[in-house]
């Protein structure tokens, strides 16, 4: 069964970190860009970071200097480090799966291939 799995997530207080972990199983996440997203109360669901196979990275700018994507494809897994985190953060996270024949850092909200259930992330004092 191919499958995403997310883990990491809970309540932290403002200023403070999380790592968030994107565990494969089915699959090697290889050749794939995997991105992660984000979706609180009431809003879209919004792209956070990308990392290439390779390992390219892009942010959103919301995040741009607080989180910071990496992979550890030995692992088959995938981190997203937050750090600095404020209420505004405050969402379900989700990683998901892009196919990639290239090392592109493409991770298209409507256009990835797998996706985890996600992991509810809270920062509140």
């Known amino acids: 069964q191919l499958q995403l799995v997310e883990s990491g997530g809970g309540l932290v207080q403002p200023g403070g970190s999380l790592r968030l972990s994107c565990v494969a199983s089915g699959f090697t996440l290889d050749y794939y860009a995997i991105g992660w997203f984000r979706q609180a109360p009431g809003k879209e669901r919004e792209g956070v970071s990308c990392?290439?196979?390779?390992?390219?990275?892009n942010y959103a700018d919301s995040v741009k200097g607080r989180f910071t994507i990496s992979r550890d494809n030995a692992k088959n897994t995938v981190y997203l480090q937050m750090n600095s985190l404020n209420p505004e953060d405050t969402a379900v996270y989700y990683c998901a799966a892009n196919y990639m024949w290239d090392d592109g850092t493409y991770c298209p909200r409507d256009g990835m291939d797998y996706w985890g259930k996600g992991t509810l992330v809270t920062v509140s004092s």
């Open positions: 990392i290439s196979s390779g390992g390219s990275t």
